[in-house]
């Protein structure tokens, strides 16, 4: 089993940054590949970002290219998300996810973290 925890969501100005941060548990994430998806209130879960266990980026939104940016510490089994000028229309319920690599769905999931950012 794998346990994820997000952490270093807030309230930020437009412009403003903030860097996400999704630590894994239970087990090493090697060969796993973990992504980065949002919620916002109304809306559906949007698949941000995600990136291999050698430290590829595999995906980005067009929605975020250019403003955020996925990396990981495979040492200290954690991934991140460096979220710059953020923009309101950012505003949602950020989570990581994790799957092995030959598989299709994401299957382990961390609470969430929110992100608010004011105009």
């Known amino acids: ?13 437009a ?10 548990s239970g087990r090493t994430l090697e060969n796993y590949i973990t992504g980065w998806f949002r919620q916002a209130p109304g809306k559906e879960r949007e698949f941000v970002t995600a990136i291999t266990w050698s430290g590829t980026p595999i995906y980005y939104a067009d929605s975020v290219k250019g403003r ?6 495979n040492v200290k089994n954690t991934v991140y998300l460096q979220m710059n000028s953020l923009k309101p229309e950012d505003t949602a319920v950020y989570y990581c996810a994790t799957r092995y690599r030959s598989n299709s769905e994401y299957n382990y999931w961390g ?9």
């Open 68 to 73: 955020f940016t996925i990396s990981r510490d």
């Open 15 to 24: 412009g403003g940054s903030l860097r996400l941060s999704c630590a894994a």
């Open 111 to 119: 609470q969430g973290t929110q992100v608010t950012v004011s105009s």
């Open 1 to 13: 089993q794998v346990q994820l925890v997000e952490s270093g969501g807030g309230l930020v100005q």
